[in-house]
């Protein structure tokens, strides 16, 4: 995959799309939330940051840039990312903004791959979406 595939799979929030269970799944895979809405999950393509007012009346591609960061929605967000996946929205954003987006996508690369297999760990399931083996 391209440089600039990856970075396209990063959503506005700081979530890498690379290792969402949407994207990952065979059947009416998710292009990412900065793809065609075309057979994006309703909670996806209705997903109220990625459609934010604010956000989407400025040129910024991530949330960090908005003077509203971090809004009660990205909050929420993180939080229950935080509690079931053991993922920070938050985290990833201060990554981004602090070290860049090519530095994220080697940092996130190394943290989702399967050891076992060089799969991807799916975030949502918390194990490898080729060979099953679970995340360290």
Sequence with gaps: M?????????APCGMN????????????????????????????RDCIIKNCITFRGSKARYCFECERVPCDRLKRLDKRY???YRMSMLDNLENIKARG????????????????CG??????????HDCGGTRS
Aim: net charge positive.
């Design 119 to 128: 799969g991807t760990i799916n975030v949502h399931k918390g194990c490898c």
């Design 2 to 10: 391209r440089f600039t595939d990856k970075v396209s799979l990063v």
């Design 17 to 44: 799309c690379r290792i969402c269970y949407a994207f990952l799944r065979e059947r009416n895979r998710c292009p990412g939330c900065r793809g065609p809405d075309a057979g994006k999950p309703v909670s996806c």
């Design 82 to 84: 935080r509690t079931k």
């Design 101 to 116: 987006i090519r530095a994220f996508i080697r940092l996130e690369e190394e943290r989702w791959t399967c050891t076992d």
